[in-house]
């Protein structure tokens, strides 16, 4: 086997939404109290709701620029690939990359769909609610069918609501759902209380998985206003330990039996540490705590439970079988920073060395279909899904990297701060649209 | 190799200390204004200090009661094993588990001596801070020669007389010192700051290690007020990844080239995948960071400059050279819940089935004993520095747990929650001496 001969599907990339996304998905007497996407006299692209704009048209979406243009947050449709946004671009851009299948994250609604519940209008944000996912489901997935996992965002502001349209998603064949990593920072009920019970009893009943990604928790992970940024950067992924320990020894593993979990972005390799710290607790600490898992161990619960995927992660694959070789695959968070496009077969395959092909498999592709219930194979054979087969499709894609301007956080050479990142968010919220 | 033939030095223990530690260390002038320990109407023992009780006499010393009396705190002197606070008891305690030296943390001050830093008259909390440390370098350690590391306490409000305590502690042959995981989130300048120059300059110039102990920055890291208390037990270690990732990053270790800082209770097993993704986020992101590590991979200058230890943790033992054989020590926790006590041999053995002797003794004792200073062979030859020839030294120590009563967090089978526990040290800091 050679990294040709993999077959790639990614459970964590993004979308840039185009601004024609509510055009065909909005009843016509919403369509006025839509977002809509506005040009500013300096050039930039927001999206304007309710008298709010919203400016993290792509936060981070800066595939295919240099590396040293990587912190100047793109403004507008012109600095970005248009992978990011146009569909058919983005197939050609998973073809170069010889990823058969996607599953993409929203961007303005923010990760889990926090937007629309802080929307005044709950009526309203329902409604834009459900054209999203229209969108998501119909319109961006739905143009190349079996190369992608559609993702649906749900009212978190009502959990029979939520449990209604994971029905709905359902129903059109989209079978996950993005939930936030902690409730409770967003002024809600922790995920420890029954509240959220007919959220997770659909969900079961409908074999929908729930994504929760990194960050959707109380955001970005700052340390100190003058720490480096590279801080933050470094424990944004791992700090969804707190989560994962949250739904470990949550009712929720133990009353939902068949519930399935995925961790998005969260990496892999700190997990065997976790796994062994958390049976250690409860072979140290139940008999005053409590806690029950029935004679199992909480990793035999994690297991049969939770999902959990990794961009580049070579010493969680070495430890794999301490993680759970049937809990994790892979992902290429394109247009993401720290994605590894268009070069992810050659950096997977560093980490593959010496792991026998059916794992290989299990990883890279298996897993993630099962649990996310997509069969790619039913619109065309295995052996046009493989990396090479995929490349061979698009082999005109341009690949260069290509400098989009903007302005650097910090000026001179030194280390960019937390500060220096903050204030560059600022300049982009700051003014008014125009 | 056998367990009977570990020599084990720990690298994190804990003194709860004596209602006596003040009477031989301090000026007569100042003894009105120190610390004393008042039994109140209650039968619970609390240190009383400038008008203020300190009732964590001993948090979480738990050790030789059962396990389903680890939830209620001990609150007196009679609940406590009489090692915790006897330095005679203690050495026998550790002969019992086979253990050759320790290094103790203090318990009422506060981890890092936060006590001292928060008293409202910073002259008297200088002198008392300076006893404190007399009593622990002289009294505590130095009742048994080559069976201690000492650790210092410093006055964290002023680098200079941190600096000048660094020195006079390392006079007395004291090279190890407590510091906080997040001084800013105690109100003070961050480790990125200038500001701590003057102490790391003295650790430097001393060869004093500077330990970092899990939880000294904003305490104990509690989820929601419903999660299960098993979430805190389970995070409590790994939460110090924020701390690794502020000094991985920092300007310290760049411009204090033999600077050792050790991190305390952290664990190591998650550290490989900490390491590789500092690795990536240095490849993939200083092009616009401006990171510079002259050309060395982050992960090469924390081996240069970092120890850390592990209680039990086979996953990290087996990832040794993913973490650095010359960095991995070995902690007993005594008397905390955590801890191994009388088993450690035991314990630790299980992990180590296939390492080779040479690594064994890095980790279990060379390591500790190279980088703290402490020549334990010069007071006794080293064939009586081993488990079995320790235990054969106190045959008689009493073994059995026992019942110390107490009120437990929740009245009855549920799984305790953060809120159970809070509200239990809410009662333990509730009412006034009497």
């Known amino acids: 086997m050679t990294p040709d001969d993999l077959i790639l599907v990614s459970v964590d990339d993004h979308v840039v939404e185009p601004p024609t996304m509510f055009d065909q998905h909005l009843p016509a007497a919403v369509r006025s109290n839509a977002p809509r996407m506005v040009r500013k006299k ?3 692209d927001v999206w304007v709701w309710g008298g709010e704009q919203i400016p993290n048209l792509a936060l981070n979406a800066v595939v295919g620029r240099p590396p040293e243009e990587y912190g100047m947050e793109p403004t507008s449709y012109e600095q970005l690939r248009p992978g990011t946004y146009d569909i058919h671009e983005r197939v050609r851009d998973m ?3 010889g990823m058969l299948a ?3 994250f929203p961007s303005f609604p923010m990760l889990c769909g926090e937007r629309f519940y802080k929307h005044a209008d709950r009526q309203v944000a ?3 609610l459900q054209a999203y996912n229209d969108w998501h489901i119909d319109e961006w997935c739905g143009s190349y069918p079996g190369r992608f996992i559609p993702l649906a965002l749900v009212p978190l502001w009502d959990p029979q609501l939520m449990a209604a349209e994971v029905r709905r998603a359902a129903r059109k064949g989209c079978h996950a759902v993005s939930f936030t990593e902690s409730p409770d920072a967003h002024g809600l009920p922790s995920l420890h209380d029954p509240h959220w019970d007919p959220f997770w009893k659909a969900c079961v009943e409908e074999g929908t998985v729930i994504c929760i990604h990194i960050g959707t928790g109380s955001g970005m992970k700052f340390s100190s206003m003058d720490a480096p940024v590279d801080v933050m950067i470094t424990v944004q992924p791992i700090a969804c330990v707190n989560c994962a320990a949250d739904l470990l020894w949550s009712r929720v593993l133990k009353e939902f039996p068949t519930i399935r979990i995925a961790m998005s972005e969260g990496g892999i390799g700190w997990m065997p540490y976790f ?5 250690y607790v409860h072979q140290h600490h139940s008999a005053w705590t409590h806690q029950d898992f029935g004679g199992k161990k909480p990793s035999d619960v994690w297991r049969e439970h939770m999902i959990v995927c990794f961009i580049d992660d070579a010493i969680g694959v070495k430890n794999r079988h301490a993680i759970g070789i049937d809990t994790i695959t892979w992902e290429c968070d394109y247009p993401h920073s720290d994605t590894t496009w268009p070069r992810s077969p050659e950096i997977l395959w560093r980490s593959l060395e010496g792991v026998p092909d059916a794992e290989i498999h299990k990883i890279t592709h298996e897993n993630a279909l099962r649990v996310f219930r997509l069969d790619p194979f039913t619109h065309r054979p295995r052996e046009q899904c493989t990396v090479a ?4 499709e698009s082999p005109d894609v341009d690949l260069a990297l290509r400098s989009q301007g903007g302005k650097p956080p910090a000026a001179d050479r030194r280390p960019v701060t937390t500060s220096d990142i903050l204030r560059q968010l600022a300049t982009v919220y700051g003014s008014a649209p125009e």
Chains 1, 2 share one sequence.
Do not use: Q, Y
């Open 42 to 44: 300096d050039g930039s």
């Open 95 to 97: 073809n170069a990359n």
């Open 102 to 104: 996607s599953l993409c």
């Open 126 to 128: 329902h409604t834009v």
């Open 389 to 392: 087969a995929l490349r061979a």
């Open 275 to 279: 796994l062994e710290r958390a049976d």
